[in-house]
């Protein structure tokens, strides 16, 4: 076979997200003029290349399975990949030059299918070990003994990184950092600086670096020896597809890809067809789908933990977007982003911040400031030292948070579609930070945006969040909400595309699903978010299935555990128009069997199930509070029937002595009674403990209101020696710790006024217990200091 002629190749090795990079390829390829461009990635997204000119970067390539199969918790998993692009990312540049010049272009990568395939089996490998561990998998030995020849790895993050790869039993070990190596030879001690000094932050005048790039990853290739695993199949796949290309009779093909990768293409006529065969040969494969997906900048971060991340994305597309002068405008615009937050940032702070970055590169024989030198710039000048306040601007900035968008041409699935249809119906667009959503369920565009934030919720796509301590704002007729998109989001949608084609219709379907292996906790919680998600089709399914286990479950835990949300769906179901009368119903009958099961299930509890079964008790009592009516008097007497036993655990009889207390129906001289009995020298010091925390719960301003029965506390107290006071002062600083400060600052003017201590709002008491003597040389200094400021002025 004659050789392949190579004389019009061109292999651009990139790092995959950096401005320098990036200006250099597109230079590149304006001066080479291909007639063929190849870029690293996977071919089944090559159809989706003439989208590019309609995207807004960052965006991402998804490659996810054609097939998730129901309930295949391995594939559901595994089964999908990103390829993330920015503007600064140098694939993306090529892309854009491709498209814009009509240029053929083609991914050449490992196909998704194999990377995703591999992922899976390794996900199920996963799983079968971890059966085989637990011994509920009766064929372990034969599985594993199928198994032997090594698990496949998995591919990387999907990105079209550099990261490690290689089979189980053939794998070279960690792969030396390639950049590193170069780094240390240059006399760095920091990757990332030697990069951006030597590419990053090249001049657009200066020479190609790509050859040189290609040399030197070829010169540490042969230090490690030949790739092996799966990254040698991945470079197999792309000499195979750079062979195709130029026997198509291209005379001048350009391929961008990873550094590590150039000199392997750079010399496809050194690597022989057949090896490259024998490597690609018997692959597993499934059927894929790919799309464009909105991408954000903190997904590109090295700390969101993608493999192929940058630690500054806001840095890097600053630097590509404004090539003249960037440290000029990175520090007015932090200048900017401080006045705006009010603080006294002016010109001249900018003037001398450049000053500072400047000289500060030039010291450290940088070619141009970077990132360490603006950020000190930063914080010495524009923050006058003050670091809280500068790490906040450039954690803004240096994320510089953004989220693309694609194109209503982009292949979706049918409940993407409608999705992005509500957003626009509703208003309701996403976006990559917090944003807090207030609804008045009264009004009809709010209550569906609220429908559907609870119907995603339902599918797994928590864009919304209900928001907690809203300051007492949220009412029956309110809800609160915290709004983030992720891009994970979109294959969440894709994988709950198989329960339906409509929002509404998949959320119905999945809470069938749930409902047929739901406890009885469950179908409550179930039902209530039913009646959030005005989910019609599937209520009466899991209200029928909620009726037979209310019936036939007899644990009082489960039961009580059950009531609170099946309570507040049928207080609160008509407020979106539901008929709450069945709900109500099986609510009440949940509570009679609880009220009938109380006595024996508080019997021989320990002190962390007794805790575990005050809190049942709290949100049982709330619920019934709902119910109201004979519901909620069949609850009280329970619990005044409960309260007289004796064999009560400490924590549980002072919970049922305050609750009956707050409801009127424990006098004050029999609420002191119990706590002298409670607190008397014959009781435990740990179990009286118990009763007073179980008691306290809550709120302790009972305390502050009845000084008799604080008195009684300060008795008991004062009565244990030394070594039970130890003993005890743990449990009573958990009890009195959870208090919020206005309550222990009550507690303790009540304490102070027990030894007759002034209040502390009694200011001339408190002037009385000054020593002016001691006084004197500070009120002395306050006042020189005042008479020179009024000087001054």
Not at 313 to 334: C, K, Q, S
Not at 372 to 385: K, M, R
Not at 495 to 516: I, K, M, N, P, Q
Not at 595 to 612: I, S
Request: net charge negative; proline share 6%.
């Amino acid at each position: 076979m004659a050789r392949l002629d190579t004389s019009g190749l061109h292999v651009l090795g990139v790092r995959h997200h950096g401005p320098g990079s990036a200006r250099a390829v597109r230079a590149a390829l304006e001066e080479i003029k291909p007639d063929a461009v190849l870029i690293e990635g996977p071919p089944e997204a090559d159809a989706l290349t003439g989208l590019v000119g309609e995207l807004e970067p960052p965006v991402a390539l998804l490659a996810y399975l054609a097939d998730t199969p129901k309930g295949d918790a391995p594939r559901a998993g595994e089964g999908w990949a990103f390829w993330p692009f920015a503007s600064f990312s140098p694939e993306w540049q090529a892309l854009r030059y491709a498209v814009e010049n009509d240029v053929p272009v083609r991914f050449c990568d490992l196909p998704a299918a194999h990377t995703l395939a591999e992922r899976v089996a390794r996900a199920e490998a996963r799983a079968r070990a971890e059966r085989q561990e637990s011994g509920t998998e009766e064929t372990a030995k034969e599985e594993q003994e199928e198994q032997e020849g090594g698990s496949p790895a998995e591919s990387g993050d999907g990105d079209g990184g550099d990261g490690d790869g290689g089979d189980a039993d053939d794998a070279p070990g960690v792969r030396v950092d390639p950049l590193g190596v170069l780094a240390r030879a240059a006399g760095y001690d920091d990757t990332e600086r030697w990069w951006d000094d030597v590419i990053e932050q090249r001049r657009d005048a200066q020479p190609s670096p790509f050859p040189a790039i290609a040399d030197a990853m070829a010169a540490v290739r042969a230090e490690t020896g030949p790739e092996r695993g799966w990254d040698a199949r991945r470079e197999a796949y792309m000499r195979q597809t750079l062979r195709a290309v130029l026997r198509e009779g291209h005379d001048r093909v350009a391929v961008v890809c990873g550094a590590w990768h150039a000199p392997a293409l750079r010399d496809v006529a050194d690597y022989p067809v057949k090896d490259d065969t024998a490597l690609l040969r018997g692959l597993p494969k499934v059927k894929v789908n790919a799309t464009w997906v909105p991408w954000t900048h903190g997904r590109l971060a090295s700390d969101s933990g993608y493999g192929a991340g940058v630690s500054s994305p806001g840095w890097y597309h600053h630097l590509f977007t404004a090539p003249d002068r960037p440290v000029h405008r990175w520090l007015t615009d932090a200048a900017r982003l401080l006045r705006e937050e009010g603080q006294p940032v002016s010109s001249s702070h900018v003037i001398e911040g450049v000053r500072l970055a400047e000289t500060l590169s030039v010291l450290r024989g940088r070619p141009l400031a970077g990132l360490d030198e603006v950020s000190e710039a930063l914080t010495c000048v524009l923050c006058e030292g003050e670091t809280a306040r500068a790490a906040l601007v450039h954690r803004t900035m240096a994320i510089g948070e953004r989220m693309g968008a694609v194109p209503p041409s982009t292949p979706m699935v049918p409940l993407q579609r409608d999705l992005t249809a509500a957003q626009k119906r509703l208003r309701l667009k996403p976006e990559p930070f917090d944003r807090d959503l207030d609804l008045d369920l009264r009004k009809e565009s709010q209550r569906e945006r609220g429908v559907l934030l609870h119907r995603l919720r339902m599918l797994g796509v928590a864009w919304g969040v209900p928001r907690e301590g809203d300051g007492g704002r949220r009412g029956t007729f309110r809800e609160a909400w915290r709004l983030r998109w992720e891009p994970d989001m979109d294959v969440a949608l894709i994988e709950a595309s198989r329960w339906g084609t409509t929002v509404a219709s998949a959320a119905g379907a999945r809470a069938a699903d749930l409902a047929a292996d739901a406890d009885l906790p469950g179908l409550t919680a179930l039902t209530e978010q039913c009646l959030l998600a005005e989910l019609g089709e599937a209520l009466p399914h899991v209200l029928s299935l909620l009726t037979d286990r209310a019936a036939t479950d007899s644990d009082v835990t489960h039961l009580m555990a059950a009531l609170p949300a099946l309570a507040r769906s049928a207080r609160y179901g008509d407020v979106r128009g539901t008929d709450g009368g069945h709900l109500r119903a099986v609510a009440e009958q949940i509570l009679r069997r609880v009220c009938v099961g109380l006595g024996p299930a508080v019997h021989g509890l320990d002190d962390d199930a007794a805790a575990e079964f005050v809190r049942r008790i709290d949100h049982t009592h709330d619920a019934a509070s709902l119910l109201g009516g004979d519901a909620f008097d069949a609850w009280t007497a329970a619990l005044v029937a409960l309260a007289r036993r004796d064999t009560l655990p400490g924590r549980i009889a002072g919970r049922l002595t305050r609750m009956l207390s707050d409801g009127g129906l424990l006098a004050a001289d029999e609420l002191r009674r119990r706590l002298g009995l409670a607190m008397s020298p014959g009781t435990e010091p740990a179990d009286a403990a118990a009763w007073l925390e179980g008691f306290l719960r809550g709120s302790g301003l009972i305390l502050v209101h009845d000084d008799r029965l604080f008195g009684l506390i300060d008795t008991w107290l004062l009565s244990l020696p030394e070594e039970r006071f130890t003993a005890v002062l743990p449990l009573l600083r958990r009890t009195f710790g959870a208090f919020d400060a206005p309550e222990r600052r009550a507690i303790g003017d009540a304490a102070a006024r027990i030894d007759g201590s002034p209040r502390s709002d009694d200011a001339d008491a408190e002037r009385r217990l000054v020593d002016a003597g001691r006084a004197a040389p500070a009120v002395a200094a306050v006042a020189a200091l005042l008479t020179n400021g009024r000087s001054l002025a």
